[in-house]
Nanobody
Framework: QVQLVESGGGLVQAGASLRLSCAAS????????MGWFRQAPGKEREFVAA????????YYTDSVKGRFAISRDNAKNTVYLQMNSLKPEDTAVYYC????????????????WGQGTQVTVSS
C-alpha cells in the first residue's frame, strides 16, 4: 500500500502562485506515474496534470497549460504542482494520485490517492 500526502494549499488572491507537494510513503513511487486532479464544489473531479515515472513526459488539461507545471523528485518520493497566475476558477480541492498505469489522464485508473488539499483563489 502506498500513502500519498498532499500539502501546500491555501487561500490566495487571483494572480498569485502556490506550489503543491505530494509525498509518497514508499520508494516504489519511482515506478509510478503520478497525476493531479481537482474537484470544485458541485462539480465532478477533473484531470489537471500528470507526469510519467521518469519525468520525461507531462500532460496538462487545456485550462492550466502555460500556468501550471508538474514535476517530480524521485529521490524525495515527491511530486509537485507549481501553480502560477491563479484564477478564481482554479478554486478546488486538489488531489494527487499514483500508480503503475497507462492512461495518466484518467482518474479511474489510479489506485492510490491522497486526502486532498484545498486551494481557494479570491478575485
Amino acid at each position: 500500500q502506498v500513502q500519498l500526502v498532499e500539502s501546500g494549499g491555501g487561500l490566495v488572491q487571483a494572480g498569485a502562485s502556490l506550489r503543491l507537494s505530494c509525498a509518497a510513503s514508499r520508494r516504489t513511487f519511482n515506478d509510478y506515474n503520478m497525476g493531479w486532479f481537482r474537484q470544485a464544489p458541485g462539480k465532478e473531479r477533473e484531470f489537471v496534470a500528470a507526469i510519467n515515472w521518469s519525468g520525461e513526459r507531462t500532460y496538462y488539461t487545456d485550462s492550466v497549460k502555460g500556468r501550471f507545471a508538474i514535476s517530480r523528485d524521485n529521490a524525495k518520493n515527491t511530486v509537485y504542482l507549481q501553480m502560477n497566475s491563479l484564477k478564481p476558477e482554479d478554486t478546488a480541492v486538489y488531489y494527487c494520485a499514483g500508480g503503475a498505469i497507462a492512461a495518466l489522464t484518467r482518474d479511474d485508473q489510479y489506485p492510490y490517492w491522497g486526502q486532498g488539499t484545498q486551494v481557494t483563489v479570491s478575485s
